[in-house]
């Protein structure tokens, strides 16, 4: 396959990148490194410096080389995601997560692109009515963040809808972890999540990590997550790909790794690595106490398996934030 990936110099996307460089894709990456890294993106891929939000970008991207190879899919990766941001700054994240992607379509029809893998997240869900989160349940997003990520989905089934094409939409949980030769990895200011945070704490880079809340109806009172593997992840846009063209279908699956641990349980298996203080601090507002993927649709049409455990998830992690704060 020829295959463009937007955002492709970013964490997800550079991982992604590398997948389909692997498995053996030519691959083109557009990315304005506005949060990517250009070192993040792998040798053998094309780089094009650009934006989505300039449809000009989007068709320049498009052009590479499509005389003797068009492109058979895009992907995307380019959206901003940080929640707390998304609450403070709704605009700008209207602009470049819905704008954004309705001028990269735009770009894709003229081109004549007929498939599209789309980076989206469990927080189009919100707060789930149950533990597990099936892709049939209500979505009602609670920040900005969500619910443009929701728009954006929308958007591109109507958009596939009038025009031929065809989608894979992949709803994200909770992503870690770097890939195995340390290459790549989670290289940003702003982080968030939970596992490079506790990473960060045992570099002395902060000085405590903070569980928010020790009282949820859980067997230890700390929330449960769904964690899985930046590379395994990336596989399954890999198989998302393939889907689309050898199908001629769309698809939307959640991505995940089937089960949970709690706040407290990755804080100790974490300490197996790395040593670090931590505290105990008041719940935060619409953290719901468990939240875990379904992810039998990923399986039953893409073949899609996560094999990365926990241990690896974190041992990854920290040595890839080692590394970069050593050098």
Not at 18 to 24: D, F, K, S, T
Not at 57 to 80: C, E, I, N, Y
Not at 302 to 317: H, K, N
Request: aromatic share 8%; hydrophobic share 40%.
């Amino acid at each position: 396959m020829k295959v463009l990936v937007a955002g492709g110099a970013g964490y997800i996307g550079s991982h992604a990148v590398y997948e389909l460089v692997r498995a053996g894709h030519d691959v083109v990456v557009l990315d304005n490194l506005s949060t990517g890294r250009r070192n993040a993106v792998h040798p053998a891929a094309r780089f094009v410096e650009g934006d989505i939000r300039d449809k000009a970008s989007v068709v320049a991207a498009l052009a590479t080389d499509a005389q003797s190879a068009p492109f058979d899919v895009a992907m995307h990766f380019a959206a901003k995601l940080i929640v707390p941001e998304s609450v403070t700054e709704p605009l700008a994240y209207y602009e470049n997560n819905v704008e954004g992607l309705r001028t990269m379509l735009t770009g894709m029809v003229e081109c004549d692109v007929r498939n599209i893998v789309f980076s989206s997240t469990a927080a189009v869900y919100g707060e789930p009515s149950g533990a597990e989160c099936h892709e049939d349940d209500h979505t009602v997003p609670i920040n900005p963040y969500g619910e443009t990520k929701l728009a954006a989905e929308r958007m591109i089934k109507w958009v596939c809808a009038a025009h031929g094409m065809n989608y894979c939409i992949l709803r994200y949980f909770n992503v870690a972890g770097a890939d195995e030769t340390l290459e790549i990895g989670l290289d940003k200011d702003q982080l968030t999540h939970l596992v490079p945070l506790i990473m960060q704490t045992a570099l002395g880079l902060r000085d405590s990590l903070s569980i928010f809340g020790d009282d949820y109806d859980t067997p230890d009172g700390t929330c449960i997550r769904d964690y899985v593997h930046v590379t395994d992840l990336a596989k399954a846009h890999v198989l998302g790909a393939l889907y689309l063209v050898n199908n001629n279908a769309s698809l939307l699956a959640n991505l995940g790794s089937g089960k949970g641990f709690s706040v407290k349980e990755v804080v100790d298996a974490a300490l197996g690595i790395c040593r670090f203080d931590y505290e105990y601090a008041p719940r935060r507002e619409g953290d719901p106490a468990k939240l875990i993927a379904n992810i039998d649709r990923a399986r039953a049409l893409l073949g899609w398996e996560p094999t990365r455990e926990l241990s690896t998830i974190l041992a990854s992690d920290y040595a890839y934030r080692k590394k970069i704060n050593q050098a």
